[in-house]
């Protein structure tokens, strides 16, 4: 059938073309629109502020499972594709989360790893990142994530909750002398988790950037 | 108003802040001056205020009896509107501007309270006096004696302690995750050594004290550390500690309870000295620590004596009196009496004395004292009986005095008493009783100790993986030095169990006493008149030996026949003398009674400090991209599973009934939409993503093409229907699975089980795809229609996209995925795009269909066309139906294996009187109510139940009320005539039992 020879879950972004049609002249696709919207305005903090948000759609989000005997093969695959704007975080016994700036990982990474070797499964639409940093990040996390932070080294990855809500969590370098993370949240959770972040964050001072 | 302050001075009032700034609160409507510094214990004591509640059963005045957490009697009520808060300790709470505390449990005033008729009847409100009064056979009709019912509302009126407020709390509860190396409980010498040791081997350390200012006792004492006083060493100690990074101290933080695998909780009170929290700020603060260890260094509670009138305003524990005078700058009284039958006592005694206050006599039990604290008795000029004991004491609402007879302290016996000494202030001290509470809670069992007349923690329990160890008082070694010998050695010990090193010793200097902490072995003066050992629930000596009396023996027994112990102290000043009581009457060792256990958590802890921010909504709440639409059209939306979703979207002036009838109609005459994004969607992928699938449903998935979609069902190990949804193959190793909305974590869990433990060596790969797909129904006659008008690269029509076909195409540049699918019954499809893009989908939709008149509809809507048609949802997947008794045995394969397959033979199953899955009709235009029984009889006589309805609604289609239901063989009583009996709404409708395919049962519709 036709089905099987196109790419599944295109990712649509904004420069993206749409494939050939047949009625109509073409259209471009709307921007991807944040699940957390107007509520993740820029606002500055009433004082100094201990934590800074920031939030991003990923351009490509995707999950990699290789089989018991396929791991070493796998993480050659994903190798080729690291560089430049993708982070690859590994979450599990043969299995990567990967993010990438760019749109497109996951027909690449489809094409690399037959299903034999590995599953890709985009998870692009699936996740917001949200970037916290800040003096008191550690303290406003921890008031709702039972991790211990102050032992994840720079690029640490760990997949926790928040009441219920799936985090994958990130360690980023400091910006400056602050601790800054990732925080990689479900699209349905995701207003939910910024409004949390924003109660926790008031008794600290809270910036959007 | 008199005043009780004494000159504050280096060492007088050395919690007080020395601005000289005045406090103003109110008591029982009273403005009062207090300093910053002061509880609302001790600025009541400095305004002369002595009498501050009134006791729980008889009413009788009291006043405040301790300095601490353990106060089981000045209990009040603070703040007021959603912020009052009853049964506070006036001894814990600190004074701020504005603070407004009323007392509790009296009327119509604290001063005279009409209910303190209560202690008149003497004997007759013993123990046992409600269960001997009330309690009998029920009277018939009546859930308890036909008395009780009469008199429970006057007694409960008349007994109890502060009343909770109906209005919403309007503060905030914040939580927090904290780890470390060693936890150090409790801030006194013990502990501090014990942090001080344990920081300097490079541990991480934790350091919680439940009191405003660290130090524990070390905040009043008259000894020297390093050539300073207590108090000073304290503050510079914690000031070193807390410039360390790996060091953390909080102070008005309760550890409340100790757990498995190191887990604490601690309740941080970090506005409550506040009138109102700071913007941002919590109240409260619920502190989860886990740590590898810990020092618990929580000290010891003074311990009262009874004795006839112990609890007049102006008795108290005698380290309180002392700390009012030392650390709070406070005359407890102005003639102080000293009661003890330990050293400590006289103590207490020469420190009140140098700091103003007048002693004008010390009682001890014993026959001699060390000369040393024959010495200090001295330098208080206060007249000493030796062998002797108060035997009763004189007064109102305030204490005026004691009387003082000979006692032997190795018979017990009490001789004339022939002396009285006025005094306002009696201080009492029994001994000490070291606070195990929090490593009771882990199930070590306490040891007696004969010396000190007390328990100790003993040691940790086997079946405990909590590493702690006990320092200081708390562990019986009394006295400064020992203190900090061993906090240093716990935190030695508690290094070890985190793989550190033993750091440095770093003890100061002490000059000072070295009191013996032993007491005489006396609990009780018995000399007749009320003798009360559980001050807080009003229990006496004579309930005790009431209780022995009457076969209430075991420690067990005496608590909940007297109630001693329980209530908000948790007997923390009264246990121990229970027990010593029963002991004697039974005429045994105090250990051979029974002992002291305690439960989390150590202090009344608020509902809201544990919920911290799960109120309000309970649980998270998941959104579809399109829920911000569905709320600005005014939809009421509903939890369905973790989401909120739309009801139906009402017209003005339109009932809900109203708006999905219309929304029925439209579909059913032309085309709908509505969001399905809460569907629970899998990715399935693997070479053995097939045989995977195929084990898991139970009708056949082998041979389904690429770019088709099955109906499948999953059935539970035992044979039962577990969830339903279509899947979809994609590829020829990935399927899409879609399940129910509610189902969509447990189906997770059940795929994820599968393959991780029955069949590990599948090759699959199983992922929520939920938040990836936004997904929206397009139903209606007129939905090819509109879909052909908006989707490119993808042929529409029935050949292009037949029944339960998948295809890719695009909308307004989005690519999308169309399916074919009817949950209505309607021709129908489902489009799915990404989950970001799903409103704009939705918008695209909603300008194809404008010609069509598309109307979007809701849950309401939804369900009505499902159970017209007949197709089965949560209500029917109830957890007891199986495929056949839904009608569905034919989606049962008998050729494959399949989870649940082997046990769904199970001949029950197959009896042909199951409740099985029908459709009924309400003859009489009534409406079907929910939770409606079938039955065969009429209103007067129904018999017994047949059946019960699953899903009702009113069809449009039929022009009547409809329902699912179940039915005792159901399926061959098509035609039959019942009653649908809701007797708790009243309801008794005449129904027809029919085929639950109520329109287009042949599919013509959805498959045209």
Redo the contacts between chains.
Sequence with gaps: ????K?P?????ATKRK???????P?????D????I?DAAMPRAASGNAGITLSER?PGSFV?V?A??DTVAKTQAAIDKHAGEGVTTMPVGPGRWQIESDAPGLEEALRKALK??V??????????VVITASGPKVD?VL???????F??MDEGAVALTSH???PITLHRLPDQGEARTYDLYV????A???WD?LI???????LAVA | MSNHRLTLRDHVGTLIDTSHVTINFTFDGKTYQGRKGDTLASALLANGVKLMARSFKYHRPRGVFTAGSEEPSALVTLRSGGRREPNVRSTEIEIYEGLEAISQNRFPSLAFDAMAVNQLPGKAFAAGFYYKTFMGPKAPGHAATKFWEFCEGFIRRAAGLGKAPLEADPDDYARMHAFCDVLVVGSGAAGLAAARRAASAGARVILCDERATAGGSLTGIADLLGGEPGHVWASDALAELAAMDNVTILTRTTVQSMFDDGTYLAIERVADHKLRPAPGEPRQRAWQIVAKSAVIATGALERPMVFAGNDRPGVMLADAARRYAVEFGVMPGRAVTVFTNNDTGWLAARDMARAGVIVNGIIDVREDVSDAIRAAGEETRAAIHLHSAVTGTHGWNALTGVNIGSFDERTGEVGPSNRRLPCDCLAVSGGWSPAFHLTSQQGGKPLWDAELQAFLPGEPSEHSNTHWHGAGAMAGQFGLRAAFRSGEEAAVKALADAGLGEGETNRPDIEGDEPDHAPAPVFEIRSGGKAFVDLQHDVTADDVRLAEREGFRSVEHLKRYTTLGMATDQGKTSNITGLAIMAQTRDMAIPDVGTTRFRPPYTPTAIGAVAGEAYGHLVPVRRTPMQDWHEAKGARCFPNGPWMRPESYNAQGESVEQAYIREAKAVRSSVGIVDVSTLGKIDIQGPDATEFINRIYSNAFAKLPVGKARYGLMLREDGILFDDGTTWRLDDHRYLMTTTTAGAGLVMEHLEYHRDVVWPDLNVAITSVTDEWAGVAVAGPKSRDLLAVCVEDCDVSDAGLPFMGVRDGIISGIPVKVARLSFSGEMAFEVYCGFTHGQAIWDALLEAGEPFSVTPYGLEALGTLRIEKGHVAGPELDGRTTPADLGLAGMVSDKKNFVGKVLGQRPAFAESDRLQLVAIQSLDGQRIRGGSHLVKGGRDEPGRSEGHTTSTCFSPELNRYVSLALLEGGQARHGERLYAANPIRGTHVAVEVTSPHMVDPDGGRMRG
């Design positions: 059938m036709a089905e099987k196109k599944a879950p295109k990712i649509a749409a494939p050939v049609r047949k009625t109509k073409q259209v471009i696709a709307p991807p629109v944040s699940p919207g759609l999950q499972q089989w018991p299903p034999e590995a599953a890709v499964t985009g998870l692009t639409h699936a996740r303290w921890a008031s709702g994530i039972a991790l211990d102050a032992m009441h219920g809500i479900t699209s349905s959770y207003r939910d988790f949390w109660r926790a964050g008031e008794e600290v001072g």
